[in-house]
């Protein structure tokens, strides 16, 4: 027969999570709201998205945010790669405040092509940067549900 997988667990016993602005301290704000809706879409695809402050808050803070061109063998006049880096930590915060269940850090790159002309460009750069955002969303919400990490031995960092 069938048999449903079970939720993954969260920290603390907690059940639900809510998913408050995700802050950014960039130039570029939209970075902020496409990875804090790519977090709250894999809450909800777990079933453990609360809309009205659930039992605690995933609190995200992009720490940062790198755009660089890379260069490639055969480059002709006005064709480009750009690579988008990111780095994201996401702390798991009991509903009324204290310190945290558990902090995860997540990093990731993808590569997008120039387009033709700055309107092109920027459409390949947005959809890099959703297609980075989730699959950041879907490695924090592994690392927070998953096993807890083991601590350090004592003397090391």
Do not use: C, I
Request: hydrophobic share 45%; glycine share 12%.
């Amino acid at each position: 027969g069938y048999t449903l997988a079970a939720r993954p667990a969260l920290p603390g016993g907690v059940d639900t999570v809510s998913v408050p602005l995700v802050q950014a301290d960039l130039p570029d704000v939209e970075v902020g709201a496409v990875f804090g809706r790519a977090l709250a879409a894999r809450a909800e695809a777990d079933d453990r998205l609360s809309r009205h402050g659930g039992g605690a808050r995933l609190l995200a803070r992009v720490t940062r945010l790198k755009v660089e061109a890379t260069a490639f063998p055969g480059n002709v006049a006005g064709a480009g790669l750009y690579s988008l880096s990111l780095q994201v930590v996401v702390r798991l915060v009991p509903a009324g405040g204290g310190r945290p269940l558990r902090q995860v850090t997540v990093t990731g790159d993808v590569p997008y092509l120039a387009g033709r002309g700055p309107e092109a460009t920027e459409a390949n750069r947005r959809r890099a940067l959703t297609r980075l955002a989730r699959r950041l969303a879907r490695a924090a919400w592994a690392q927070l549900t998953g096993p807890a990490p083991e601590p350090a031995p004592a003397g090391k960092p």
